[in-house]
Nanobody, 122 residues
């Protein structure tokens, strides 16, 4: 079992920045690839970014490339999502999730956090 708790969400103006954190507890954190997903109001949850177990592979959805950076610190059992130049369309609940693999597919993820709200005002 792996427990995931997100933090760092909030309200920010367009062009601003936020850093999300996801703290993991339980089974070995470094055994899992990690991902960030987001769900905007009235929309399906979608992939945002993923990182492999030792950060060798990183993937982003096209809409966040160049603005978001995913990273992890296995010593701290934490994965981060640095979000810069935020846009109103980034408004969503952001979820972190863990997978035994490296994937952008939601069905590959076995543990999920409860989510943190990010709201970007125009």
């Amino acid at each position: 079992q792996l427990q995931l708790v997100e933090s760092g969400g909030g309200l920010v103006q367009a062009g601003g920045s936020l850093r999300l954190s996801c703290a993991a507890s339980g089974r070995s954190f470094s055994s899992y690839g990690m991902g960030w997903f987001r769900q905007a109001p009235g929309k399906e949850r979608e992939f945002a970014a993923s990182i492999s177990r030792f950060s060798g592979n990183i993937d982003y959805v096209e809409s966040v490339k160049g603005r978001f950076t995913i990273s992890r610190d296995n010593a701290k059992n934490t994965v981060y999502l640095q979000m810069n130049n935020l846009k109103p369309e980034d408004t969503a609940v952001y979820y972190c999730a863990a997978t035994p693999n490296f994937s952008r597919q939601q069905r590959a993820y076995v543990y999920w956090g409860q989510g943190t709200q990010v709201t970007v005002s125009s």
